[in-house]
């Protein structure tokens, strides 16, 4: 067993290694978990070091002055390193620099960021500084190749030590998978993980199953009614107690809205309110509904937009509630439970079969299956969401999530490696007073008949302005001929290779072998043709969806669903279009009845082979509703529906979108429930002359309920600075983006960062972006969505950097909270009007007679509400709010924005009175 190696960590100019030079090269070696020698030595990298390289590490260009060159400090570091694995944080930037410079050592390498992914995997970063604050690991000189390596050595160290004390199941799940891969990690692992010692003969996965299934499920005990004689009023006062962590400041607004709650809750009904930010709405409609739910023995579903306020929701709120409970009555059995979609959960029989493949895996593929190996065995509830996978982990997620049509119905079946994560879900969700959900599972569950949730009668609508696009993209169905394809070739065919094999077996004695095979050799066929059939007909919807969208002036290249409306409905390549889908419905009908007759044969020798039918039984059921999608709704053209061709690299089809979409959730959601109760800080929007709740009412379905406003407790008057601009120029204009450039650095200049700049194009924010970045040398550090990273990891680079600039589209309009201040400026860049060709936007205005002021505009101040509610978070928070669209002065709808800020004067100033006016407020706020 290897107990010898070597730690290495380089300082560089910069992050590419064929233009950047090594600066430091700092490295230890490790004997029997104990640092027993030292490199260390400064490279003259022949150029001046770049001076955000100074600030970081430390090293100026005096230092590596009279140092030696990389030449010269190689037969050095050669020597030390030898044959020894080399280890390192993020090791494969070290090793490309000084592959890039001839120095080539075909070790082992081991990777401490991928064995904390591995070991760690819940954790929300890998860096190394995250790392050494977990471990409780001292890096007294961070950036400096030495101390570095250090860190490193003692990360590598424990996590050793971590592995020893992993899980036995879990050892022998790592185990199995590093078996089928030759990467350095996996030969790292299969020598550390004792299981093999342990069970060293048998059946290991056998082994396995007999200690997954060797675990007792707890029962959860079901609903109780209790006689709780305590008013709203009394709970919240006694959130006055010293006993109570938070710091609980009374709001009239707060306990009014719970009361109202309450009421229509007790008495059913539906309301519409707006509470504005910082009243503490979810604490007050928690407590309402557990102070319902206890005396009436009934549930409640609170549904949100966001995963982040349900897990807020059940890790704060819930708490402080149950606690209220248990002190004002004894009674400590008071129970909530957050339920996502299928999607969101581990399959444990999925891992299973990944666990008996044989096919080899790649060092990225073993390390997320062991990722997950490990995981599987600390989770309670099995929800990816714990751990944070990156972009190809997700898509291996979606091989071993609980996706399966008939995972609840057959319960028993998915109990190779103990109960299923969903059903247990499902269960806890069955005896608990008040079921924490998504928006999206709401309404899926609603469309599929999926009996995820369980009965309810009373449902709660946070964020309920998020529904309508949620409600519209979930009934939105598709016929992505490309996914047929592939699921036919991987799933069906696949499947039938299999059960040929199994044909002659003794498991299938008694049956008639030949009908059998002659059964499943024409269904194949038929597959196969099928496969051929559906690439002809995708070459030629490519080539019709080229055609119409060549001249189509509206029409962005980079969209890949084109609306059929106006004259493309006569359009010679949209008919040519539907008379394939009338193609495609008879073929797939034909392939439905082929399967259809294979799996009578099968019922008629008495086949127990589950697994395979059931696959060939929902394929049936998904070429059903492929064929009546056609055949029920494209083809008689009906005007409630929105029909788009699609045509990317993934998909090539249709897309179908009802129109109506508040009409489908009265039906789906609402159906004869006691109490709707809908929520939001932003409800309320212009439609023709009124600010009121309208548009909204009508985009969820809820004309008749009661509304109730209660205004934020927020100063927003005092503490906030809002600034329009008259005098930018126009999006057309060529010098638009050098104007956004100027503005914004003029900004973010005099607050040293601490800005959000919401963009309404991709396009845009990039041409900014780069504008920013590259005319000069900036204290202001730019961080921009879809180049420096997705929305969570610029979120936690932004706080972790005072002087950054947080640049981003559509999710940093709604549902970001930048608390303690950090945030001092929100700059808008345009208003947020909605594209008109966007399908959504398209499908909702079908049959408005003025799209414009009816939709548009009110769906734009809404937005526009939003995007303004990221500044203030808190009631100490102040900041400073720039719209840099000049159209709120110009335009006549301007006053339904201007007046749509309650509490808040609005500036109209020319763009060069901006830095004087932040300056005074800067000055006037210190």
């Not at 927003?716 to 329009?724: H, R, W």
């Not at 339904?896 to 006016?917: G, I, T, Y």
Request: proline share 3%; hydrophobic share 40%.
């Amino acid at each position: 067993m290897v107990n010898e190696y070597i730690v290495l960590d380089l300082e560089t100019t910069g992050l590419d290694p064929a233009n950047d030079k090594i600066i430091e090269i700092g490295a230890v070696k490790i004997r029997d978990d104990s640092v027993i020698d030292e490199f260390s030595a400064f490279v003259n990298p022949g150029i001046s070091i770049p001076d955000n390289i100074s600030k970081l590490t430390g090293i100026i260009d005096s230092d590596v002055a009279n140092a030696a060159s990389l030449d010269e400090v190689q037969p050095g570091l050669v020597d030390f390193v030898d044959t020894l694995p080399i280890v390192g944080q993020f090791i494969s930037f070290d090793m490309g620099f000084l592959y890039e410079n001839n120095i080539r050592f075909t070790n082992q390498i081991i990777d401490t960021r991928d064995l904390a992914m591995i070991i760690l995997p819940t954790l929300s970063s890998y860096s190394l500084a995250s790392l050494v604050t977990y471990l409780e690991i001292d890096n007294t000189n961070p950036h400096k190749a030495l101390s570095d390596a250090k860190a490193t050595a003692d990360v590598f160290i424990k996590l050793k030590t971590l592995i020893r004390e992993l899980d036995i199941k879990s050892q022998l799940m790592i185990s199995l998978l590093a078996e089928r891969s030759n990467s350095d990690l996996s030969i790292f692992f299969n020598q550390e993980v004792h299981a093999n010692e342990l069970f060293a003969t048998g059946n290991k996965f056998d082994q396995l199953k007999v200690l997954k299934n060797n675990i007792n499920d707890s029962e959860i005990p079901e609903i109780d009614k209790i006689e709780f004689d305590y008013s709203l009023s009394d709970i919240f006062e006694k959130l006055h107690d010293n006993k109570y962590p938070l710091m609980y400041e009374h709001r009239e607004g707060q306990v009014e809205l719970s009361n109202e709650i309450l009421s229509i809750l007790q008495n059913g009904g539906r309301l519409l309110s707006e509470a504005g930010p910082g009243l503490g709405k979810s604490l007050a409609y928690l407590l309402a509904a557990c102070h319902f739910s206890l005396n009436r023995g009934e549930k409640v579903v609170i549904s949100t937009h966001r995963n982040n306020l349900q897990n807020q929701l059940f890790n704060k709120e819930y708490q402080l509630a149950k606690e209220l409970v248990n002190d004002l009555s004894s009674y400590s059995d008071f129970r909530v439970s957050v339920l996502k979609g299928r999607q969101n959960y581990l399959c444990l029989n999925y891992f299973a079969e990944i666990l008996t493949q044989v096919d080899e895996l790649d060092s990225d593929t073993f390390r997320f299956y062991s990722r997950i190996a490990v995981w599987m065995e600390m989770t309670k509830f099995g929800d990816y969401s714990e751990i944070n996978l990156n972009k190809k982990e997700r898509f291996l997620w979606l091989a071993i999530n609980a996706n399966d049509a008939d995972c609840l119905q057959n319960s028993k079946r998915h109990n190779v490696f103990g109960q299923c994560f969903l059903y247990k879900a499902r269960t806890a969700a069955d005896d608990s007073n008040i079921i924490i959900i998504n928006h999206s599972l709401l309404i899926a569950n609603s469309i599929n008949n999926e009996n995820v949730l369980p009965h309810f009668d009373n449902l709660i609508l946070d964020e309920a302005h998020q529904l309508h696009n949620v409600a519209a993209t979930q009934l939105a169905e598709s016929i992505n001929l490309i996914e047929i394809q592939k699921y036919i070739s991987r799933n069906i065919i696949a499947s039938m290779f299999d059960f040929r094999k199994k044909i002659f077996d003794a498991s299938l004695a008694g049956s008639d072998p030949k009908s059998l095979e002659m059964s499943v050799k024409d269904t194949q066929a038929e597959c196969e043709n099928a496969i051929a059939f559906l690439r002809t007909q995708i070459k030629s919807l490519q080539s019709n969806f080229d055609e119409l969208t060549s001249n189509l002036k509206f029409f962005n290249s980079t969209d890949h669903d084109l609306p059929i409306v106006n004259s493309l409905i006569s359009h010679e390549q949209w008919l040519d279009s539907i008379d394939i889908a009338k193609k495609i419905a008879s073929y797939l009908n034909k392939i439905s009845n082929k399967i259809n007759s294979h799996l009578n044969i099968l019922e008629t020798n008495s086949i127990k082979d589950d697994s395979y039918k059931n696959k060939l039984k929902s394929f049936v059921l998904l070429l059903d509703s492929k064929c009546s999608l056609i055949e029920d709704t494209m083809l008689p053209n009906k005007k409630n529906y929105l029909i788009c061709l699609t045509s990317s690299m993934n998909n090539v089809g249709f897309i179908v979108r009802p129109n109506d979409i508040s009409q489908s959730i009265e039906k789906l959601v609402y159906n004869e429930k006691n109490a709707i109760i809908a929520l939001s800080a932003t409800l309320k929007a212009y439609k023709g002359n009124n600010y009121d709740y309208k548009f909204i009412a009508e985009e969820i379905g809820l004309q008749d309920a009661k509304t109730l406003t209660i205004k934020s407790p927020y100063d927003y008057k005092s503490n906030v600075l809002a600034l329009a601009i008259k005098n930018i120029a126009e999006p057309s204009n060529h010098d638009y983006v050098n104007d956004l450039a100027e503005s914004i650095s003029s900004i973010a200049t005099l607050l040293k960062g601490q800005c959000l700049v919401l963009f309404t194009s991709n396009d845009t924010l990039e041409r900014t972006y780069h504008k920013l970045t590259g005319d000069h040398e900036s204290d202001v550090v730019y961080l921009a969505q879809g180049i420096d990273g997705q929305p969570f990891q610029l979120l936690r680079k932004f706080q972790d950097n005072p002087n950054s600039v947080l640049m981003g589209t559509a999710s940093f309009w709604d549902g970001v909270d930048i608390p303690n201040n950090y945030l001092k400026c929100v700059i808008m860049t345009r208003l947020p009007f909605s594209v008109p060709s966007d399908p959504i936007v398209l499908a909702s205005t079908m049959n408005i007679d003025n799209p414009f002021p009816d939709y548009q505009l009110p769906s734009a101040v809404l937005k526009f509400r939003q995007g303004f509610g990221r500044l203030i978070r808190g009631s100490n928070d102040k900041g400073i709010f720039v719209l840099l669209d000049s159209r709120l002065s110009t335009k006549s709808y301007g006053h339904a924005f201007e007046s749509s800020l309650d509490d808040v004067d609005l500036m109209k100033v020319e763009n060069q009175e901006l830095p004087l006016l932040i300056e005074k407020w800067t000055l006037n706020d210190n």
